[in-house]
């Protein structure tokens, strides 16, 4: 009996990361093409969400919300999810991101590592944000430099204490900014930038 019990729990282990990942992709599919119906149904009563580290009681998480969704949707973000690892009760991956803002940066896609957290009942119950160090921070120094010496009031409104605000009017703001540095530069127009992907 005992030679059994090691496979049946083997068994029982491999179905259960099976699980998991088979919900995460679900989840990650309803959310992208804008079911939030189906995805809430997948979510615990109170989700919660971190970024970079799962510190304190996290922020609430709402579907097609939250402070960074008008920012992603002006910038026309777009997600690839790499493969799915479990670990414990939660499923995490590599996911590559492109947007406009990177485009115009000449960054190229940037990763970051996903986690979703699951609770007893197999529902996700939060979720992890954090940034992958990247060898590729394209033009953003230079877009940086000529920002603060050309334009420091749109500058400093736009990255108040140097980090990007998402909240407001600053997308479409930061976009023609780097319009305007893209063109001081001598640098193509964003259609041709697009082209070169």
Known sequence: MRRLAIPMVLLFACRTQDDLVHRASAFWEAREAGDFDRARSMQSDDPRTWWERREGPGEPWTLGAGRWKPWDAHFRGTSTPGPWRVDGNSVTSL??????????????????????????????????????????????????????????????????????????DRAPRTRALLERWRKAAGRPALLEVRSAD
């Open 95 to 168: 996911v590559d991101e492109i947007n406009d803002y990177y485009r115009l940066t000449e960054r190229g896609s940037q990763p970051y590592h996903l986690t979703y957290y699951f609770d007893a009942d197999g529902r996700i119950s939060g979720e992890l944000v954090a940034s992958v160090p990247s060898n590729s921070s394209g033009k953003e120094k230079e877009f940086q430099a000529w920002a603060k010496a050309n334009e420091p009031d749109e500058y400093a409104y736009l990255r108040p204490e140097g980090r990007i605000d998402p909240s407001d």
